[in-house]
Nanobody, 117 residues
Framework: QVQLVESGGGLVQPGGSLRLSCAVSGITFRPNVMAWHRQAPGKERELVANIGSSGVTNYADSVKGRFTISRTNAGDTVYLQMNSLKPEDTAVYYC???????????WGQGTQVTVSS
């Protein structure tokens, strides 16, 4: 059974940094794509960044140059380094996983990130 467990969220001032981690277990398929999604109050869920087993990454325009996604070679942990945080980055962040094609069918429980002074 696939399990995704996020950690590292919290309260940070604008301009600050946070690193989110996601421990992944039970994966039976490779290659795969790991990602971070987020959902702010009253807004639709959005893809923040993803990374394939080969290390190829993609980012939402709103976070390019500020966020970095990475994963261990074993594929058991994925990170999201968030720098220069803005109040509009406030959201619940979810670690997600999918096959090379298809939908993100595996989700963690989410971790709250709040950017406020």
């Amino acid at each position: 059974q696939v399990q995704l467990v996020e950690s590292g969220g919290g309260l940070v001032q604008p301009g600050g940094s946070l690193r989110l981690s996601c421990a992944v277990s039970g994966i039976t398929f490779r290659p795969n794509v790991m990602a971070w999604h987020r959902q702010a109050p009253g807004k639709e869920r959005e893809l923040v960044a993803n990374i394939g087993s080969s290390g190829v990454t993609n980012y939402a325009d709103s976070v390019k140059g500020r966020f970095t996604i990475s994963r261990t070679n074993a594929g058991d942990t994925v990170y999201l380094q968030m720098n220069s945080l803005k109040p509009e980055d406030t959201a619940v962040y979810y670690c997600t996983l999918r096959h090379v094609t298809g939908n993100y069918n595996y989700w963690g429980q989410g971790t709250q990130v709040t950017v406020s002074s």
